[in-house]
């Protein structure tokens, strides 16, 4: 009986020293989580040469006086002295980034050139980041019970504490009361296997 009160009062020393420096230190958890953030999209210049092809033409037909009206084909009833015969010359350079157009109107001499582009690179790039925070173990006493037997009798009807530190290191009593005559006492230590 007197080593299970030592080995009890030694319990309740260990718990209450413990209590006591956790109120004394200036223990400060980590507060602020690991952040981890990674750029996905980097924009690199690219210059590509623009060849406009000379090979492939149109005929229309463009007025003297207002270049800016066109007409495709003459019919008997429209004055074939009032036009002059232009050729229109059109082209597309497209790749992953951007399509150009290019149009121009000559006869002999440029009436007209366009030069256009549409970009197809996205209008909103998403980063994504991920923000770990850091797991904390907390100290605790616990209560518990445990039943057990087998298939003949109940022998294990049991109460007991658990203090806890940090998830590294536990201290247990239970206390047996299946024969409440002579209950045992059983005392636990373990430490943590796998982090």
């Known amino acids: 009986m007197k080593t299970e009160r ?6 309740l020393a ?3 020293s413990n ?6 230190s200036n223990f ?7 952040v981890t953030i990674t750029k996905d999209t980097i924009w690199q210049t690219k210059v590509d040469t623009f060849k406009v092809q000379t090979v492939k033409y149109k005929t229309v037909y463009v007025n003297k ?5 066109i007409i495709e084909n003459l019919t008997e009833t429209e004055d074939a002295s009032l036009f ?13 980034d951007i399509d150009i ?6 006869d002999g001499n440029l009436l007209d050139s366009q030069l256009s582009y549409k970009l197809k690179v996205p209008r909103q790039i998403t980063v994504t980041k991920t923000i770990e925070h850091p797991k904390t173990f907390r100290s605790g006493l616990y209560a518990f019970t445990e039943v057990g037997g087998n298939t003949q009798q109940l022998s294990n009807l049991s109460l007991g504490l658990q203090y806890n530190r940090k998830g590294n290191w536990f201290a247990s009593y239970r206390l047996n009361l299946n024969q409440l005559q002579s209950p045992t006492h059983n005392v636990g230590v373990g430490v943590r296997v796998f982090k």
Request: charged residues 15%; contains cysteine; aromatic residues 8%.
């Open 19 to 24: 209590l006591f420096l956790k109120q004394c």
């Open 84 to 96: 002059n015969q232009a050729k229109v010359y059109q082209d597309t350079l497209s790749n992953d």
């Open 65 to 69: 006086e207002d270049t800016s009206q």
């Open 14 to 16: 260990l718990v209450v």
């Open 28 to 34: 400060k958890a980590q507060d602020q989580p690991t």
């Open 101 to 106: 157009y290019s149009y121009n109107l000559l």
């Open 6 to 11: 030592l080995l009890l009062l030694i319990i």
